[in-house]
């Protein structure tokens, strides 16, 4: 077994560093170690930006986004279409399709997938607020940008179903998303174009 060769504090350091989506133990242990030795630069700012985001950013209330403000900045600009909106299953996903720039419409964010599996059924998802929002009046428009996975397209076939007696046409993404594939890891061509090509579901 291998000695420890630093405190506990570089140690829980390297802990939560490792927690992050697509670090391990190994990335964690560099990037604590370029942050040590980078800790005027680095590690002083990042800690102060981390205590800022940890006190001040919120959910949006009317469609799931984090930002520093409830509504959001997408929410309360102006020069968005009100018309269109498109429901996402997370956050990630939205910021994935803000960078394409291809729409500038309004979202959702469902907080996930239905996933029988992992017990995640329809109370656990964002669901009765897009309905209200829809049934609301405004909204001409409903585009499911979900992944395509089973699960993405069985939510989808859901959200369909909720909204049927709505007077709203739904669409999807174009087929230019590979099945599997994630909005996240998209490049932002490919994204443009499935919002551009999108069809009704």
Known sequence: MAEQVSGPEIQRLIQ????????GPRSARRAALHLIRKREELLGPLSDAMQVARERIVTCSSCGNVDTSDPCVICRDERRDPAVLI??????????????????ARYHVLGGT???????GPKDLNLASLV???ATGGVGEVILAVNATVDGQTTAHYVTDLLSHLDVRITRLAHGVPVGG???YLDDGTLSAAIRQRTDF
């Open 16 to 23: 939560l560093l490792a927690r992050l989506p697509g670090l």
């Open 87 to 104: 429901v996402v299953e997370t956050v990630a996903d939205l910021w994935a399709l803000e960078r394409a720039a291809a729409l500038r």
């Open 114 to 120: 239905l996933s029988p599996l992992d017990g995640i």
């Open 132 to 134: 209200e929002r829809v």
């Open 182 to 184: 994630e909005l996240d």
